[in-house]
T-cell receptor
Framework: NAGVMQNPRHLVRRRGQEARLRCSPM?????VYWYRQLPEEGLKFMVY????????ESGMPKERFSAEFPKEGPSILRIQQVVRGDSAAYFC????????????FGPGTRLLVL | GQQLNQSPQSMFIQEGEDVSMNCTSS?????WLWYKQEPGEGPVLLIA?????ELTSNGRLTAQFGITRKDSFLNISASIPSDVGIYFC?????????????FGKGTLLTVNP
């Protein structure tokens, strides 16, 4: 049973470009959570999605950031017009039901904005 | 929002030594979690604590849930090189959700063979 998969593992973008981060949850998991880890910081919750629905986006910046989890395919975190402060590691976690106990984290995508 | 403060920020030890790190909060947590993040990977849950005063072990790791519910400790005995990584404490957010986690900034552990 493959774990949570994220791609790309590393992404370099210039200021103003778009970044698309993908997360494929574990098999049988329909709940996806995105976290951001700034340098030398802990992970911070961004958004929680369940197939085709955004349940909680309270931790996601209101502008430039969006997330989706379509019926088919991976969850995508999209950052438009990236700025240097977006440089961070972005982790997704998935679970078979809502809750922290069964959240499994992916390896993360390291985004570097030049 | 809730904040978790971890100390020390980093530790550099010799293989075989015991390690102790802690996590404090200004507010009460009802659950304490300890995660390990290895270089280039995501966090992996090591230990979960559910009751004040609880002491739980997982191999060479032992964690305690402080009686005040505002702190927790993680001890690693007889460290080995593969213990290298960042250790995070975490807890469910106080806002009432059962899915949103608050993380500390982590303790970076380096083990010299």
């Amino acid at each position: 049973n493959a774990g949570v998969m994220q791609n790309p593992r590393h992404l370099v973008r210039r200021r103003g470009q778009e970044a698309r981060l993908r997360c494929s949850p574990m098999k049988g998991h329909s709940h996806v959570y995105w976290y951001r880890q700034l340098p030398e910081e802990g992970l911070k919750f961004m958004v929680y999605l369940q197939k085709e629905n955004i349940i909680d986006e309270s931790g996601m910046p209101k502008e430039r950031f969006s997330a989706e989890f379509p019926k088919e395919g991976p969850s995508i975190l999209r950052i438009q017009q990236v700025v240097r402060g977006d440089s961070a590691a972005y982790f997704c976690a998935s679970s078979p039901q809502q809750g922290w106990e069964t959240q499994y984290f992916g390896p993360g995508t390291r985004l570097l904005v030049l | 929002g809730q904040q978790l403060n971890q100390s020390p920020q980093s530790m550099f030890i010799q293989e075989g030594e015991d390690v102790s790190m802690n996590c404090t909060s200004s507010s009460i947590f009802n659950t304490w979690l300890w995660y390990k993040q290895e270089p280039g990977e995501g966090p992996v849950l090591l230990i979960a604590l559910y009751k004040a005063g609880e002491l739980t072990s997982n191999g060479r790791l032992t964690a305690q849930f402080g009686i005040t519910r505002k702190d927790s400790f993680l001890n690693i005995s007889a460290s080995i090189p593969s213990d290298v990584g960042i250790y995070f404490c975490a807890g469910p957010d106080s806002g009432g959700s059962n899915y949103k986690l608050t993380f500390g900034k982590g303790t970076l552990l380096t083990v010299n063979p």
